[in-house]
Structure formats: structure tokens, C-alpha cells
């Protein structure tokens, strides 16, 4: 299983209008892999993981999933080979209660697992079981990420884009949600692609790691390789953690 | 205790008196000239004044009193209520639900079945035309085009500023179809609706990247669009003077309400010859329509479509993230809004058997959408209390010929009606800015069923 590649982005380039956001990008995501994104503010991490799902399009280059050449694909078209995004910013629906939202992310099988996938996600946060009729919008920083995560799970994706998962969370929460995305790894065989702030955390977790730097990636290697480089533990790891 | 409250109740008796007499002051400032005071033009057409002293006093006596009576009666009264909830434990929810509230739905439809009869029992067939066709399907017409609107608004958060225009379509759909083809009523319905979505489909198409504001205006200009050419395509619609002599329903072909025909319904019934008999008919028929928009909207919300209308009210990047197109839910969304507005269309063309362009003004798309805010975006319960209150207390005005004795024989209280409206939604909007159902109802369940309050959040005016 693992070697063969699932997600394969080609020199993509993306614009915002006139500014380019990503300048030729090449990042390779195998199966079974739990691959992390570092890199400072601004430097494009969201921009990616957007422009896999494409919302916005890649101007130039390729983005290939599962052998299929998905760069033009509109959004929705996207979502439907089963790539699942936790996106910036969580994006629950707020009016919807925990349950509504778990069913959104269900809506490709037409809530087929519906039962038996929310008693699986209800096991890795039960947190959200106790909420389940609670509204989207009045639930905790911390309870939204896993509300947002698990409704990227409910889609039984093949390819997980989780953008700062920790963002916000305490300690505890983040030790939690970065533990239950190792077991999702291991024991589901589940392919993560994720952007991090914390990039300790992240580069222990997985198995390769990239770096990005206005828009290029300039450095990439397995997770703990690039935890001892100098250059990275100078710009992400020093300082930032104690 | 009785010492410092009797302390209070004078003290707030003495503040009572103040806020009045200040209250009595501003009015008086505020309505010296424009009440006090009249401008008319006499038999030489010079233009002269006069005093209203009576009238400005009835103004400022209404001011002074009604102000003290909110300072030193009703707010201590409510004041007084809340503590006492709060110290006998109970809050402003309680579990226990009264039967009326647990059996409200099934209440409100013998209610309405029982109506017509309840009608012609009390005020005798003649009499009961007033309350079966001014208050009963008036009302009846506005519930069904609020819901239709919902769907657009309430739900899927499309903001039709323009809804007027499906209903337009309908009802001329169903005037130029019948005279022309002379198909009934039965067949025109579903026709009318189909053309009404149509519309709906092809209004959704250009608008579809737009959102709020700016959706607003661009339906705002279609129904405005819609209007103009019913006015200016005179070979066809006959401009201004509209269309006359719209064929009546009948009962499914078997029955007809039109007097010389050999099976009229209360000749084949032995009843004596009067339109009140149709009238009754049109108010179970626009009752079946209204429950039809019901049914559709309830069951529509646990399926697929319905869920994904929801959430695109919410976010529309997350639901395309999800898998759902966005583009054909919204033009469904748009779709199914129009087609219950053009089925009300074609109720609203049989029942007054003449249409005109008068009808479908940019006024009447705002009703509609007040209707749907006021009742509590998304509940249909919420609007159908909104519409009662809204349709029917306006319709209350024409009955309100007493107040000629108190504003002189000159006051038409129906000119009223907008002004009234206006301060009504005010009030609400001020009370409950929610409007009256603020409660959305969850789809989906494990176990049992809990309500989410609106009243918990603070977040979103929605
Ligand atoms: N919608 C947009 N319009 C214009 N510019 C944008 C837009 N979104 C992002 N940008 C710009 O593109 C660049 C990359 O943004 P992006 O959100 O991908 O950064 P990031 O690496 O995720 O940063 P962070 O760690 O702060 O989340 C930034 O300079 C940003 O200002
Ligand atoms: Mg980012």
C-alpha cells in the first residue's frame, strides 16, 4: 500500500488576482502517509491545500489524485473522489447542530454509514457526542476542530487535508486530536496531508514533512530528519518551543 | 416589607407623573403644527388655516397617558412577573408544555377546517363572504406565498427581493391560458407552477454568483422587469387594464359555480343561488395548497436538498467542500419558491377572475418578506402567525368605521394600513428580533428529539 502515490501536485501555480500565491509548488502525498506542511505566515500553506480542492484553481501546473488529473475539476467534483478537507477557519455550519453537521459531510453515500460512521467519530471525540444537539456556533474553539474534523471523516475520505488543526486548542485538546489522527493513520490505513503552526508536533507525527516559503517549497524530508536540520529548528522550532 | 414598598410604589408614582406630563410636552411640540394647525383652500381658492385644539389634545392626552401608563402600571407589572418566575425556579423555558402547545398544530387545522361552517353558522350565508373571503383566504394566500418565499429565504438564505414577480407569473399564466386554450383550473394549476419555476430557474442562472445586497437588488429589478412588461406587452396582457372575466374552478369538472351552468353547485346541492358557496370551495382549496407547501417544505428539509439548502445558507465554500453543487441547489432552491408562487398566482387569478399589473408591485414582494421575517425566518409556524396577524389585522382596519367619530368623517382607516404594518414590525422586531418562532427545528436525531433554542445565542441576527 504505502509508496503508491495518492495525491501528486505538479508546479502548480496559483494567483489571486494578480499576486502569486504559490510559485510552482511540487509536493507528493503516498498512500497510507501522514505528510505535514510548515512554513510561515503567508506563505501559501492554505493557498495548497485550497487549490487541491479547487476553490481557487491552479493557474499552471498539475494536480494529480489517485492517477487522475482533478486540476480543472470544479470543487464539489473534488470532494466527490473523496478528498475530505478540515479546513482554515473550521467552517462548521453555526445554525446547524453538532449532529446536522456531522450529516452534511455524510451526504456523498446519502447517509448510508451515517449511523455507524457517527458512533466511530463519537468514540475519537466524545466530547461531541455529549453536544450532539448542540448548535455548531455555540460550541467551544476546541469542540468546532474536532465538530470540523469529524465531519471531514464522515465523508470516509482517502485523502484528509486538516489546515492547523491545533489552532487555538490547549495543550491537552491538541495532544488529543494529533493523537486521534495517528490512530486514524494506523489503524484505517487513513492518508493525511496537514498544514501546521506547531511545527514540533506536527514534523513527530509524520513520516515526511515539507517546507514552504513565499509560495516555493524550499526543504523536504522525513518528519524527523528535518526536526535535527538547523535551518528548520532556527526558523520554526526555536523560540517557539519550550 | 409594606413600608419601603409603599416608599417605592409613591416614588414611582411621582416618576410616573413626570414621564407623562414630559411625555404630554414633546407631543404637544411635536404636533403643534402638523395636527393643531390645518392649511385648506376656501370658495376664492385662497389658501387658509385653521385650529385642530380637540384633535391635538386627543394627541397629547394619548401621549401624556399612555406614557405614565407604561411607567407606573405595565413595566412594574412585568417586573413583578419575571421575579416571581425567577424566584419560584422557573424560567422562561419550562418543560412543561401546555396542552394547547403540544397539540397547536392539530388545533390550528379543525380550527381552520371548522371555519367556513363556523362562519355561515354565525353570520348566515350571505354574511359569512366577509369572513370566509377577506379574512380567511386573504389571509390563506399570504401564509402560502410566505412559505413559498421561505423556501428562497428562510431556508436556502437567498435574499428575493422580487418574489412578487412568480406570483405575477402564475397568475397570468393561468388568465391568458384559460382564455385562450380553455383548459380548467385543475389543469392549469400544476401549469402555472411549472411556469412559475421556470422563471424561477431562469432568474437563478445570472444571479447565482451573487450574494445578499447585491442578489437583493437584481431580484428586486426581475420583479420590477416582470411588472413592465405585463404593463407595456399590450397585444397579450392588455397593459393596464388587465385581464377580466378569468373563468371560476370547479369541483374537479363535476361541479361549476357559474350560475347558468346545468350542473351549478348549490342548484345540485338544493341550495339557494349565492357566491358564497364558491367562495367556501376557494377557501378549502387554497387551505389544501397552503398544507401541500407544508407538507413539501417539511418533508423537502430531511432529504438531501433540503439539508444542503440549510447549509448553504451557512457557508457555501464549506458545502462545495462537502461534494454539493451549489449551482443546482440554489436554482432548485430558487425553483421550488416560484412554483408555490405560481400556484398562489393562479388561486389569486381564479378567485378575483381579474388580474391587472396593479396586483404584483414591488409593495407586495415586501409584505411577502416581512411576513417571512416577522414569523422567524424558516418556521412555518413562526410566518403563519405573522401572516394572521399581519393580513388579517390590516384587513381589521376597513372594520374600523368608529374611529370616524373620533378623527372626523375624513379618516379612511385603510390608508393607515402601511403605517400600521410599519409600527407593528417595529414592535416586534424590537421584542423578538428573531421574529415570532426564533427556534430552528433540527433534522436529524439519534435518540430523542430536543429543541435548539434561539434564545441561548447570541451570534447571528438570523
Ligand atoms: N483571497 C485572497 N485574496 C488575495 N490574497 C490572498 C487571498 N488569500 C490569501 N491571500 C494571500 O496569499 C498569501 C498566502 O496566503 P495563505 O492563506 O495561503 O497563507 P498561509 O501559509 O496559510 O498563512 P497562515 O499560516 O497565516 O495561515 C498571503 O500573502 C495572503 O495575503
Ligand atoms: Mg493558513
Redesign the pocket.
Known amino acids: 500500500m504505502a509508496g503508491e502515490s495518492l495525491l501528486k501536485v505538479q508546479g502548480v501555480e496559483t494567483y ?2 494578480n ?1 502569486r ?2 510559485a510552482g509548488v511540487d509536493v507528493e502525498v503516498n498512500k497510507g502517509e501522514i505528510v505535514s506542511l510548515i ?12 487549490t487541491i480542492c479547487g476553490s ?1 484553481q491552479a493557474r499552471n501546473g498539475q494536480v494529480i489524485f489517485d492517477g487522475e488529473d482533478i486540476t480543472r475539476l470544479p470543487t464539489h467534483l473534488i470532494a466527490r473522489k473523496r478528498i475530505a478537507q478540515s479546513p ?1 477557519g473550521r467552517r462548521i455550519f453555526p445554525r446547524m447542530t453538532v449532529l446536522e453537521n456531522l450529516q452534511m459531510g455524510a451526504g456523498l453515500d446519502n447517509l448510508k454509514y451515517f449511523a455507524e460512521d457517527v458512533e466511530k467519530i463519537f468514540t475519537l471525540f466524545p466530547r461531541l457526542k455529549e453536544r450532539q444537539s448542540q448548535r455548531g456556533g455555540t460550541l467551544s474553539g476546541g469542540e468546532q476542530q474536532m465538530l470540523s474534523i469529524g465531519r471531514a471523516l464522515m465523508a470516509r475520505p482517502k485523502l484528509l487535508l486538516l ?2 488543526p491545533s489552532l487555538g486548542l490547549a495543550p491537552l485538546i491538541v495532544k488529543g486530536i494529533f493523537e486521534a489522527i495517528k490512530k486514524l493513520n494506523q489503524e484505517e490505513g487513513l492518508t493525511v496531508f496537514l ?1 501546521e ?1 506547531n511545527a514540533f508536533a506536527a514534523l513527530k507525527l509524520s513520516d515526511r514533512a515539507y517546507v ?1 516559503v513565499n ?1 516555493k517549497v524550499t526543504m523536504s524530508g522525513p518528519g524527523r530528519e528535518l526536526l535535527a536540520n538547523p535551518e528548520v529548528r532556527a526558523a520554526y522550532l526555536e523560540g517557539g518551543r519550550h | 416589607m409594606a413600608a419601603p414598598s409603599e416608599n417605592t410604589s409613591s416614588g414611582l408614582m411621582v416618576k410616573a407623573v413626570r414621564e407623562g406630563i414630559f411625555a404630554g410636552v414633546i407631543a404637544l411640540g411635536m404636533f403643534i403644527l402638523y395636527v393643531g394647525i390645518e392649511t385648506y383652500q376656501d370658495i376664492d381658492n385662497r389658501l387658509v388655516w385653521r385650529t385642530r385644539w380637540g384633535l391635538l389634545a386627543i394627541f397629547v392626552a394619548v401621549a401624556a397617558i399612555g406614557r405614565f401608563l407604561m411607567v407606573g402600571v405595565i413595566k412594574p407589572h412585568l417586573d413583578r412577573r419575571k421575579l416571581a418566575k425567577a424566584k419560584s425556579g422557573i424560567l422562561e423555558i419550562s418543560e412543561e408544555k401546555s396542552f394547547f402547545h403540544r397539540h397547536f398544530l392539530k388545533i390550528a387545522l379543525i380550527a381552520l377546517l371548522l371555519y367556513p361552517m363556523a362562519s355561515v353558522w354565525l353570520f348566515g350565508t350571505q354574511g359569512s363572504l366577509k369572513y370566509v373571503d377577506n379574512f380567511g383566504i386573504q389571509i390563506l394566500i399570504y401564509v402560502m406565498l410566505a412559505w413559498g418565499l421561505n423556501i428562497v429565504v428562510g431556508l436556502a438564505g437567498l435574499l428575493d427581493l422580487g418574489y412578487v414577480a412568480f406570483y405575477a407569473v402564475g397568475a397570468y399564466s393561468y388568465a391568458l391560458l384559460s382564455a385562450h386554450l380553455g383548459l380548467s383550473f385543475w389543469v392549469l394549476l400544476p401549469l402555472a407552477g411549472i411556469l412559475a419555476a421556470l422563471w424561477g430557474v431562469i432568474l437563478g442562472f445570472p444571479v447565482l454568483r451573487l450574494r445578499g445586497d447585491y442578489l437583493a437588488i437584481v431580484t428586486l429589478a426581475f420583479g420590477e422587469i416582470i411588472r413592465l412588461v405585463l404593463i407595456n406587452w399590450t397585444d397579450v396582457t392588455r397593459g393596464t387594464f388587465g385581464i377580466s372575466g378569468i373563468k371560476k374552478a370547479s369541483v374537479f369538472g363535476i361541479w361549476s359555480f357559474d350560475v347558468g351552468s346545468p350542473n351549478y353547485f348549490p342548484k345540485a346541492f338544493g341550495l339557494a343561488t349565492s357566491s358564497a358557496y364558491y367562495k367556501i370551495f376557494l377557501f378549502y382549496v387554497i387551505l389544501a395548497l397552503c398544507l401541500l407547501t407544508a407538507y413539501v417544505t417539511i418533508r423537502l428539509r430531511r432529504m438531501p436538498i433540503g439539508r444542503a439548502w440549510e447549509a448553504l445558507r451557512e457557508d457555501e465554500i464549506a458545502c462545495r467542500s462537502l461534494g454539493i453543487n451549489t449551482v443546482t441547489t440554489k436554482l432548485t432552491a430558487f425553483a421550488t419558491g416560484a412554483m408555490f408562487g405560481g400556484f398562489a398566482g393562479s388561486f389569486f387569478a381564479t378567485r378575483q377572475g381579474f388580474v391587472s399589473p396593479e396586483s404584483f408591485v414591488f409593495l407586495e414582494s415586501a409584505v411577502i418578506l416581512a411576513i417571512v421575517v416577522l414569523g422567524g425566518m424558516g418556521s412555518l409556524t413562526g410566518i403563519a402567525i405573522a401572516a394572521v396577524v399581519m393580513v388579517g389585522g390590516t384587513e381589521l382596519l376597513r372594520e374600523m368605521a368608529f374611529l370616524k367619530l373620533v378623527f372626523g368623517p375624513d379618516f379612511t382607516p385603510e390608508l393607515y394600513r402601511m403605517l400600521l404594518f410599519g409600527l407593528a414590525m417595529v414592535i416586534v422586531m424590537l421584542f423578538k428580533p428573531r421574529g415570532f418562532v426564533g427556534t430552528r427545528e433540527p433534522t436529524a436525531f439519534l435518540k430523542e428529539r430536543k429543541v435548539v433554542s434561539g434564545s441561548f445565542t447570541k451570534e447571528g441576527h438570523g
Open positions: 489571486y488576482g499576486i500565491a504559490l512554513g510561515a505566515n503567508g506563505a501559501g500553506k492554505s493557498t495548497l491545500m485550497m481557487p482554515e489546515d492547523e498544514v503552526q514552504m509560495g
